[in-house]
């Protein structure tokens, strides 16, 4: 079974531009989360998405989305690039939501903003 | 505010020696306890978890305690071997549909 893909698997943009990044779930699995991990702040949660609706989102500005589609895949978009949002950003996916649940992550994407 | 903490940021150990990673939290609401350990260039992987009704759990060299009333959370790797060197994140998760709660982090170097 393949596991989580994320592509790509890095990128450069510079400030003010946007950045769409995708993700592919585990065969089967339709819970989709997204984390951000910098070196001075591990990782942190962005969003959760359930059946294409976003049933958890962590304490980012708005600048940071995401969506679901049918198939499960899913994409997250940052628009207005800051410094600060240099990061890895890791996709995980469960085959339900809830407690307990183990997550499987993708290798992440590396952004790199300059 | 900073709910899961993983005060050693690294930790070195000798082959063959026991890793002791630690994990304090703040919020007793919690009621999973995950380890994650991360590999370079790779995504985090599951390692072992508990629920807040025990203590104990054990997966052959991999066991995790559990302190509720100290809200302390430990991983203890017994032999360590050079393979175990990874980042160990430890996470916390409350009842109902509420999302993984990481530490930062710590890197463990087993030095054959």
């Known amino acids: 079974k393949a596991g989580v893909t994320q592509t790509p698997r890095y990128l450069i943009k510079t400030r003010g531009q946007q950045v769409t990044l995708s993700c592919s779930p585990i065969s089967g699995h339709r819970s989709v989360s997204w984390y951000q991990q910098t070196p001075g702040q591990g990782l942190q949660f962005l969003f959760e998405?359930?059946?294409?609706?976003?049933?958890n989102k962590g304490n980012f500005p708005g600048r940071f989305s995401g969506r679901q589609f049918s198939n499960s895949r899913s994409e997250m978009n940052v628009s207005t690039l800051e410094l600060g949002d240099s990061a890895l950003y890791l996709c995980?996916?469960?085959?339900?939501?809830?407690?307990?649940?183990?997550?499987?992550f993708g290798s992440g994407t590396q952004l790199s903003v300059l | 505010d900073q709910q899961v903490k993983q005060n050693s940021p690294s930790l070195s150990v000798q082959e063959g020696r026991i890793s002791i990673l630690n994990c304090d939290y703040t919020n007793s609401m919690f009621d999973y306890f995950l380890w994650y350990k991360k590999y370079p260039a790779e995504g985090p992987t599951f390692l072992i978890s508990i629920s807040s009704i025990k203590d104990k759990n054990e997966d052959g060299r991999f066991t995790v305690f559990l302190n509720k009333s100290a809200k302390h959370l430990s991983l203890h790797i017994v032999p360590s071997q050079p393979g175990d060197s990874a980042v160990y994140f430890c996470a916390l998760q409350r009842a109902g549909n509420t999302p993984l709660v990481f530490g930062k982090g710590t890197r463990l170097s087993v030095i054959a």
């Open positions: 995980a996916s469960s085959l339900r939501q809830g407690v307990n649940e183990k997550l499987f």
């Open positions: 998405y359930f059946s294409e609706t976003q049933r």
